[in-house]
Nanobody, 121 residues
Framework: QVQLLESGGGLVQAGGSLRLSCAAS????????MSWYRQAPGKQRELVAS???????NYGDAVKGRFTISRDNAKNSVYLEMNSLKPEDTAVYYC???????????????WGQGTLVTVSS
């Protein structure tokens, strides 16, 4: 069974920074895209950033220029460096991975439990 575990959330003042981490574990053959999503209370989950196997990235408009996504394939991990944080960044941040397990060898979308980021004004 493949699992994702996020860490690094917390309380930070506006203008501050946080670094989120997510590590995948289990019987993994490979991981394609890894992404960060976020969800604020009463709102839909939205894409924050994605990173593909060989380093290509995509960012949501709300975080462009402020957040940086990266990954370490050897560790099956993805990171999100968040800078210049704003109160509207407050949300539960979820790690997502497009995983090919050892068996069955077909794509599986896996979600982490989430880590809370709170940005105070």
């Amino acid at each position: 069974q493949v699992q994702l575990l996020e860490s690094g959330g917390g309380l930070v003042q506006a203008g501050g920074s946080l670094r989120l981490s997510c590590a995948a574990s289990g019987s993994i053959f490979s991981i394609n895209a890894m992404s960060w999503y976020r969800q604020a209370p009463g709102k839909q989950r939205e894409l924050v950033a994605s990173i593909f196997s060989f380093g290509g990235t995509n960012y949501g408009d709300a975080v462009k220029g402020r957040f940086t996504i990266s990954r370490d394939n050897a560790k099956n991990s993805v990171y999100l460096e968040m800078n210049s944080l704003k109160p509207e960044d407050t949300a539960v941040y979820y790690c997502n991975a497009q995983v090919i397990p050892v068996t069955p060898r077909r794509n599986l979308e896996v979600w982490g439990q989430g880590t809370l980021v709170t940005v105070s004004s």
